[in-house]
């Protein structure tokens, strides 16, 4: 059975082989995001100084506190002044990581997040093909006992293991890996979900289907995913 959003997959099937793979417990990705993006509280006092102010202007006027990451706090800005519209429940949660510019427009806003919840209802075990920065697989999660968010980039699985953390979203196991390749490995499952990435090598829009990322009409073994 399929139902499709846009171009968003909903897939729910019984037979598929149990295998663990690049699995990032908490803890090591908590690791990970502070090896890759150090939080100092140099940097977390900025952000908080200037919450609430212009990045632009921000980014000229630089700082000469040699300890801010300068760049990664304008990330942090930029991304809760996009969120209070775009995700506002996760705005107003202290602490939450934002991710680069093209996570957060790429990203479900809550409205689309929480209308796929309803039409993924509740079960047992979802898996989230492709998570990315976990936005879906949060709102969704919220009916199932377990849920598996499958990302390819490490650093979008270290945010939303932390952001999920934050959210009490305890059920979410987050992989590190290829969806395709975990959707030929998996253990059974209630729902998989897949909303493909509509951009091209060089971040062009794309709009055929097929050229997708991945491409949801050939997942090898178990045919297309769209029926």
């Not at 990705?29 to 900025?46: D, G, I, P, Q, V």
């Not at 209802?121 to 968010?149: E, M, N, P, W």
């Not at 998996?186 to 050229?211: K, N, Q, S, W």
Request: net charge negative; proline share 3%; charged share 20%.
């Amino acid at each position: 059975m399929v139902t499709i959003v846009t171009v968003t997959v909903f897939i729910t099937f019984k037979n598929a082989n149990i295998f663990v793979f690049s699995s990032l417990n908490r803890n090591f990705a908590l690791s990970l995001w502070r090896e890759m993006k150090m939080m100092n509280e140099a940097t977390r006092a900025f952000v908080r100084e200037h919450r609430d102010d212009d990045v632009r202007q921000l980014a000229l006027r630089g700082t000469k506190d040699p300890e801010v990451d300068l760049a990664f706090a304008l990330q942090q800005i930029d991304g809760r002044k996009r969120a209070q519209e775009k995700l506002p429940s996760w705005a107003a949660v202290e602490g939450i990581v934002w991710p680069p510019h093209l996570s957060m427009e790429q990203c479900s806003s809550e409205q689309t997040a929480r209308y796929k919840a309803e039409v993924a209802r509740s079960g047992g075990v979802f898996v989230d093909l492709t998570a990315g920065f976990g936005v879906d697989a949060a709102f969704i999660a919220q009916g199932f006992q377990k849920v598996v968010a499958v990302e390819l980039q490490a650093e979008l699985c270290a945010i939303s293991s932390e952001n999920f953390r934050l959210l009490g979203l305890h059920q979410i196991e987050v992989v590190n890996g290829n969806g395709v390749d975990y959707l030929h490995r998996m253990a059974p499952a209630d729902l998989v979900f897949i909303d493909p990435a509509r951009r091209d090598e060089h971040g062009g829009r794309t709009y055929g289907i097929a050229d997708c990322t991945p491409n949801v009409l050939g997942a090898g073994d178990h045919g297309s995913l769209i029926t």
